[in-house]
Structures are given as structure tokens and as C-alpha cells.
């Protein structure tokens, strides 16, 4: 085969493949809630000490993820819950959530990306909705069915 010929061949090869990764190319996008009902609840962490980043480098922190309808309990691990959160509501802009505890329930709306504080037995938690992304091909907008949420306390 003339090296010429399979230079050329190699070339179109690598042009062919550059342009397909173009077409395709993957970036990091924003989820979009679409609230619809879980298959398996909410998946929850216990409070603990120190998380990610510096915001939460000396807090209690949590991060569960919750659909409309399924709730999780706040708790540091192996000790009792302290109180419950319900999803009740919502869309990709805010939720409607409860924070039920023995001593009674408090219902709020937390926006994408603010934070809202909670108070149960004298202690002061923050909520937090914050924006999730997800790698997606050009033109996809990935959208889930569960939130993120981060509850934080200071020690």
C-alpha cells in the first residue's frame, strides 16, 4: 500500500472522528426536577461532622435525595431521630417540604438554590435546594425525579 495513500487514509479517519466528538460533545448541564413518583424513596446520609468543601468544613452536615411524597429522617448516626423531612411538593424552581418533629410541623417552600432555616429543639439547621448538573450530549437537558438537599448545623 503507498504510504501516501495511508497517510491520507489515517487522516480522514482522524477528521471523521473529531467531527463526530464535536457533534456529540459532552458538557455539564443542569438537571431539570420533573416531580413524578420514586421507585425507591429517599437515600439519605446521617448528620456528620466536616463535608464538602469549605462551607461545610466544620458543620454537621446531611445530603439526602428525595422525590414529592418520600420523606427521611435527621439524625446523627446511632443516635435518635431528631426530627423528619417530607417532600410534599414542587417543581424545578421550589418544594414544598414539612419538618415534622414531636413537638410539632413546620411547612415551608424552599427556592432552587436558597437556603431556608429550620428550627427544631432549640437547634437551628440550614436547608439548602442547590442546582444538580449531569453530563449530557449537545442539546440534552437530563431531568430527574428526586432532589438533592443539604441540611448543615454548626457543632
Known amino acids: 500500500m503507498n504510504p501516501s495513500f495511508f497517510s491520507l487514509i489515517t487522516l480522514f479517519a482522524f477528521a471523521v472522528n473529531a467531527a463526530i466528538a464535536e457533534e456529540q460533545k459532552i458538557t455539564s448541564v443542569r438537571q431539570i426536577f420533573v416531580p413524578a413518583k420514586t421507585e ?5 446520609s446521617a448528620l456528620h461532622k466536616g463535608g464538602p468543601g469549605e ?4 458543620r454537621y452536615w446531611l445530603q439526602a435525595w428525595a ?3 418520600d420523606k427521611f ?12 423531612i417530607a417532600v410534599i411538593a414542587g417543581d424545578d424552581d421550589q418544594l414544598s417540604i414539612e419538618v415534622r418533629s ?4 413546620q411547612k415551608l417552600t424552599i ?4 437556603r431556608t432555616i ?3 429543639g432549640g437547634v437551628k439547621y440550614e436547608l439548602l435546594y442547590p442546582s444538580t448538573s449531569k453530563a449530557a450530549k449537545n442539546g440534552e437537558k437530563p431531568t430527574t425525579n428526586q432532589v438533592m ?3 448543615s448545623r454548626e457543632p
Open 67 to 69: 422525590g414529592v411524597g
Open 111 to 114: 427556592g432552587r438554590d436558597k
Open 55 to 58: 462551607p461545610f468544613k466544620d
Open 149 to 151: 438537599l443539604l441540611l
Open 102 to 105: 414531636k413537638e410539632k410541623t
Open 73 to 84: 429522617p435527621v439524625q446523627e448516626e446511632g443516635k435518635p431521630v431528631l426530627f423528619e
Open 118 to 120: 429550620i428550627e427544631s
Open 40 to 44: 425507591h424513596g429517599a437515600s439519605w
